[in-house]
């Protein structure tokens, strides 16, 4: 009987580590899933079910049950569960009995605990009954710890949000949590295969893994992460490589970029003043297509055009050279702007007047910072009536610039066509015109990222005199070309239009990569260019995202870098100062006790040659039996050095022999003097041969990384 | 490989050990002769029974007494026979010793019976002394237990005093005396079971088994040879015998640490739960010339662990108590032996 109560013992301390394993990947991957109460039941079934299974499989009635007959009594389990998850949430006497809240959280606990118990129970049956089993069991618990970590990839080291968050707003670099992530999924793997065969080698492997998880650590610490690859290629914005800036792609095939990374953050703004743009969306300009180049309209390469916009970066302050007018119908805007991806030149809410360098308050985050100024304009429509167009400090070469097009007649034809509707007292309106064209591309244009158009020679045209479907590039030359061809200055504006409702209220906005548009702009004399931007009604792609609204504010706190942000940062900090002062106590003593372990254990080795004659025979046998250790070979508690060396024999022979005379002098005769260096030197260097022949390479290896290798030595 | 380096280092040691050292060696190995020879003699006699030989020897050297657990039939009167027949009587002066005695105990044995008794001689009108059957260099004591306390206490004490009291005379039994005595551990109806004081005379409690089958063949095999042996058998003299021990004694060296362990286990055992009555210091103090000579067999001047390990199941188990429902003695003693014996192992490093 006691016998048994121990064996039990025995089983008990691996069940109970394999069980929390599991449970700890159920509970990263539950964390983004569920709400609390569906961790914890998840953490519950996983334990549950461990234990069950371990404990009891072996006996009856479980034992005489066949596997598959388990398996689906998990399955049948599992359905069952879900659809009484589904009725509690379901029904409404439920919710109106206990609150609607207690229902949801008890349909999570129920679905959760299903799930995770189920899933234990089949992986562990088939652990314990089949071959594959210990490695499907593996399999889901390193996918599961993959899944949770595989939004890092790519170095976005702010997803997922439950541990970026965490991290950022407490002043840790996220990628350290992630770290500890990584080496805990590597620990419970590692434990789990091993786990299967061997037990005795655990410790063994263990101490050796720790160390290779603590050198990463003190890489990283040393050299920092590998920079992930710039994300320069978001498309739809006009950008190009750094490096390529004469050979610009044709826009319209940016269009053929997926659509994977919508969602990727590429800056985030931060609003000094209070600023609600009238017509529903805020729009940065970065730059303009504005000059012919004979076959579609490019970035200017003539001093005299586009002389409001701010090509380069610099490291002070750059001042358009030319400001936009009617300054009383404006607004000065002041923004920061944090730019997340490196863009070719700066870009500012329309329209900007200014850009002044700010210093970086995390060059981890952002690759450039800095002020826009901006004169906002905060006009309706019906100020653009009646309005002239063009600039009079234009040449007029300049205006011809601004009027040029493709050679098709098709353009004047349909936009002739488009204007002749118009009421008498409009008709020569530019804007009523411009309007007019708006409309009509409103109203017949369909938005698709899709498009047919991006190898013609003229994409525009294809579009507009073909199936009117394309993306903001098509609408956005087509209405260009349209409004030049009745003599209307215009040119396409890039940059992000971003919905003034992304904002939510906050004074941040976080621009992300499916902001990136191109627009028509006119240039209405005594005010500026002036955006006439259309807007199909149809439209073929979901262009909402997610406005990731924690994000925006945490980016948007980061670049504010104000006082009360500092102050808000210390106050968080302030429980978590004595984690980093500890994490760095951590590394020292950890690398100090490293050092000095190494230091003892090449003492050891080595400590004979010099040492003097009398103690020969303790310095030079302990040598030999570190190296032992080293192979994983050493005494057990209470065994004699006898009975050792007769174990050891099989990979040292010489073991033997050294064994006797290193009794013979300690527990001889003390007058005799029997101790010799010649001899101990043969015995030890024998036996280092004997050992190293006798042994693989990779323990080999092993002995010599192992730096508590001589702890074992007794 | 192996010889080669034991080669190499015999000649480094042979070069730099003293002259002292080499002498007490010599004397030694010659002592560790004789016992070898004795041993032969009685392996060739009694087959599959070799660590008990070993046994035997060690306690007749150590001067202590044996005590047999056994079935009828398992070659203990063979054992204790030839024992005592290896041992020629060489140069003693005392006629009245004789190699080899067994006694028969039963309930109706006077202690007389055992130890001698004065008988009137009417031609010298005096009482002269007839010798029992203790006056010999090794008695067979069979089924001890069967007798009564009263003559088992004349015979422990002579066990105890090397000598026998008859009407206040004292006569002084051999140097060699030696005793193996033996008991059925089954058929215990009507018996006097020892208690454990008196099992403290023993040096060594023997459980024996079985043989195995191939020794068990061997036996019939060559029962007519091994009768036939008589006197090709090769001899000791008792001489040799007690200068063996006189030499194991002084030459083969006990370490401290050796002694601490051998105090730290008796000290553990006393402690433990399980144990009712601990083991007495006599014990240990019996038990160090049985080392010596375990060691001296091996090969070795110095007594180890090895010795330890040997011996102090076969020393102790029968004069500890174990609490009642305790039956497992040998688990009982590993427990207790664990910590001392590491610790034993440590202080050849550490020094």
Known sequence: ?714 | MTSEITAQVTEIQSVSGSDAHAAANADLSTSVAVLRTLMDTLKRQVLGRDDVIELVIIALISDGHILLEDFPGSGKTTLAKALGEAIVNGSSTDEFIVPFRRIQFTPDLLPSDVTGVPVFDSNSNAFHFRHGPLFAHVVLADEINRTSPKVQSAMLEAMGEKQVTVDNVTYTLDDLFFVIATQNPLDLVGTYPLPTPQLDRFLFKITMDHIDRKSELDVLETYKERRDFGSSLVTVTRDQVLKARQQIDSYVHISPAVKTALVDISRNIREDDRVLQGNSTRSMVLLLPALQVSAALRGRDYVSAEDIQLLISRVLGHRIELAPGVSDMEKVLADNMRAPMDQLARSTLTG
């Open chain 1, 1 to 714: 009987m006691t016998i048994r109560t121990e064996d039990s013992a025995l089983h008990f301390l691996p069940t109970s580590f394999r069980a929390m394993i599991i449970a700890g990947s159920y509970w990263v991957v539950s964390l983004s899933l569920t709400v609390l109460s569906g961790s914890l039941a998840s953490l519950i079934g996983c334990l549950t079910a461990c234990y069950l299974v371990d404990l009891r499989l072996h006996r009856q009635p479980l034992a005489s049950l066949r596997t598959s007959t388990l398996l689906a009594a998990c399955l049948l389990f599992w359905l069952t569960g879900l659809l009484v998850a589904r009725l509690i949430v379901g029904s409404d006497w439920i919710s109106n009995l206990v609150s609607p809240i207690a229902a949801f959280n008890s349909s999570e606990f129920l679905k959760w605990f299903v799930i995770s118990a189920s899933i234990t129970v089949s992986l562990r049956c088939l652990a314990h009954r089949t071959s594959f089993g210990a490695v499907v069991e593996i399999l889901f618990v390193a996918a599961l710890f993959v899944m949770t970590l595989a939004a890092h990839r790519n170095g976005m080291i702010h997803r997922p949000f439950f541990i970026g968050d965490f991290a950022l707003v407490r002043g840790i670099d996220p990628s350290v949590i992630l770290m500890i992530f990584g080496c805990a999924a590597v620990l419970s793997l590692s434990a789990l295969l091993m786990m299967e065969n061997n037990q005795r080698r655990l410790p063994y492997h263990f101490v050796v893994l720790g160390l290779l998880c603590f050198s990463l650590f003190f890489y990283v610490r040393l050299f920092g992460l590998p920079t992930p690859r710039l994300t320069d290629d978001l498309g739809l914005t006009g950008q190009e490589q750094v490096g390529n800036g004469s050979q610009r792609e044709n826009p319209f095939r940016d269009g053929e970029n997926s659509a994977n990374d919508r969602e990727a953050p590429v800056a985030v703004v931060v609003f000094r003043d209070d600023y609600e743009p009238l017509n529903g969306a805020f729009y940065f300009r970065e730059s303009a297509y504005s000059q012919f180049n004979g076959s579609m309209l490019d970035f200017t390469t003539r001093e005299d055009m586009d002389r409001d916009l701010i090509e380069h970066f610099t490291n002070s302050r750059a001042d358009a050279e030319q400001l936009p007018l009617s300054v009383d119908m404006r607004t000065r805007v002041r923004t920061t702007i944090g730019m997340l991806v490196p863009h070719r030149s700066p870009f500012g809410l329309v329209s900007p007047i200014a850009y002044e360098n700010r210093s970086n308050p995390n060059n981890l985050r952002f690759k450039r910072t800095y002020d826009s100024y901006s004169l906002a304009p905060e006009y309706d429509f019906e100020f653009l009536l009646g309005r002239e167009t063009g600039s009079e400090d234009w040449s007029q070469d300049v205006r011809e610039q601004y009027l040029k097009l493709p050679d098709d007649a098709r353009y004047q034809e349909l936009a002739e066509n488009l204007i002749t509707n118009l009421r008498p007292e409009f008709a020569n309106d530019p804007f009523a015109k411009a309007w007019a064209i708006k409309t009509y591309l409103d109203e017949n244009g369909i938005y698709s990222l899709k498009n047919e158009h991006a190898y013609e020679p003229d994409p525009a045209g294809s579009f507009l005199f073909g199936d009117l479907t394309g993306y903001c590039m098509h609408f956005s030359f087509a209405a260009t070309y349209l409004f030049r061809s009745i003599g209307i200055p215009a040119r396409v504006g890039v940059g992000y239009s971003v919905p003034a409702s992304n904002k939510a209220g906050g004074s941040s906005l976080l621009i992300q990569a499916v902001h990136g548009h191109a627009w028509p702009e006119i240039y209405f004399r005594e005010i500026g260019w002036v955006i006439v931007d259309p807007a199909p009604q149809q439209t073929l792609v979901d262009m909402t995202t997610d406005p990731q609204n924690d994000l925006q504010q945490l980016l948007g706190d980061m670049l504010r870098n104000d006082a009360s942000f500092e102050e808000f940062l210390s106050s968080q900090q302030s429980s978590f100062i004595k984690l980093r002062t500890l994490l760095t106590a951590l590394y020292i003593i950890v690398s100090a006790i490293l050092i000095l372990a190494y230091l003892i254990k090449f003492y050891r080795l080595w400590a004979p040659y010099p040492g003097n004659s009398g103690q020969q025979h303790r310095f030079a046998y302990r040598a030999v039996l570190d190296r032992l250790s080293a192979i994983g070979l050493h005494r057990h508690y209470g065994e004699s050095r006898e009975q050792f060396a007769l174990r050891a024999s099989q990979i040292a022979p010489t073991i033997k022999a050294m064994t006797d005379s290193h009794l013979a002098c300690s527990l001889g005769v003390p007058t005799s003097n029997r101790s010799n260096r010649q001899q101990w030197h043969l015995f030890q260097s024998t036996i280092t041969r004997e050992i190293s022949s006798n042994t693989t390479i990779w323990k080999k290896m092993l002995a010599w990384i192992n730096p508590f290798s001589w702890i074992m030595t007794r």
